[in-house]
């Protein structure tokens, strides 16, 4: 007879920044921003990540007319990303590194 265990899970978020190269090109980096036991907490965590970036990036960003800033957090279905009108700043992803870990003894 075979039973299954339950493996426990963690949630990862992963960060996606662009950044300037050594001749000032953008660059996409990676960056690790933690690993945590609830999909709540990882999303909890990258949305505050994703506001943070916002508020850095807002504070330098261009305004129209009325005031706006050209910068915004989008919610998706795996995190969250910063928005300008001109493309993605940053993402900031859960990742599940054992999507289904049940499997046998």
Same mark, same amino acid.
């Given at each position: 007879?075979?039973?299954?265990?339950?493996?426990?899970?963690?949630?990862? $978020?992963?960060?996606?920044?662009?950044?300037?190269? =050594?001749?000032?090109? #953008? $660059?996409?980096?990676?960056?690790?921003?933690?690993? @945590?036991?609830?999909?709540?907490?990882? @999303?909890?965590?990258?949305? =505050?990540?994703? $506001?943070?970036?916002?508020?850095?990036?807002?504070?330098?960003?261009?305004?129209?007319? /009325?005031?706006?800033?050209?910068?915004? $957090?989008?919610?998706?279905? @795996?995190?969250?990303?910063? +928005?300008?009108?001109?493309?993605?700043?940053?993402? @900031?992803?859960?990742?599940? #590194? +054992? #999507?289904? /870990?049940?499997?046998?003894?």
């Amino acid at each position: 007879m075979s039973t299954s265990r339950i493996i426990a899970h963690r949630y990862e $978020v992963l960060g996606f920044v662009l950044a300037a190269g =050594e001749d000032e090109t #953008p $660059v996409s980096r990676t960056v690790h921003c933690g690993a @945590f036991a609830s999909v709540e907490e990882a @999303f909890e965590i990258a949305r =505050e990540l994703a $506001v943070a970036q916002w508020r850095g990036t807002a504070s330098s960003a261009r305004t129209d007319d /009325a005031g706006n800033v050209d910068c915004d $957090v989008e919610c998706t279905d @795996f995190g969250y990303d910063v +928005c300008s009108r001109a493309g993605l700043i940053a993402r @900031f992803w859960i990742f599940d #590194p +054992c #999507p289904g /870990a049940i499997g046998p003894d």
